[in-house]
């Protein structure tokens, strides 16, 4: 492939993959256990590096746009987001953990994969209102 049909290939590519993000990213909105706003922030790196015009419609967008916006500034996520999508991480982990028990193992992994979720909401992930305030202590 020659220069200009290999750029044109590799935004297609890059679209392609921003889009499924998309898809998956709309799924976790429904779906407890699956996180939503790394699938967006995962689409708008893609969308950034392919089509432009794909890139302000995600960012357009009224509740995934502001989510993308906090990651990308440093922001992280609100407390209350947190608090939410921790318990319903617990939901599903104790939905799943009852519906796979006759495995004895499974239950197990299930269970430490949420305490892996907790751990990286919890303390991984920055807490939108502790940013703020130490960007308004600091002065940066």
Known sequence: MTGPRRRRAVRLFWAAAGLVMVGFGGLGLLLPGLPATMFFVAAAWCFARSDERLERWLLGLPVVGRLVDDYRSGLGMA???????????????????????????????????????????????????????????GGS
């Open 79 to 137: 407390r209350n987001a947190k608090v939410v999508a921790i318990a319903l991480m617990w939901a599903a982990v104790a939905l799943s953990a009852v519906l796979s028990r006759s495995r004895l193992w499974l239950p197990v992994v299930i269970a430490s994969a949420g305490v892996v979720g907790t751990l990286v909401v919890g303390w991984w992930v920055p807490t939108k209102e502790r940013v703020l305030a130490a960007r308004a202590a």
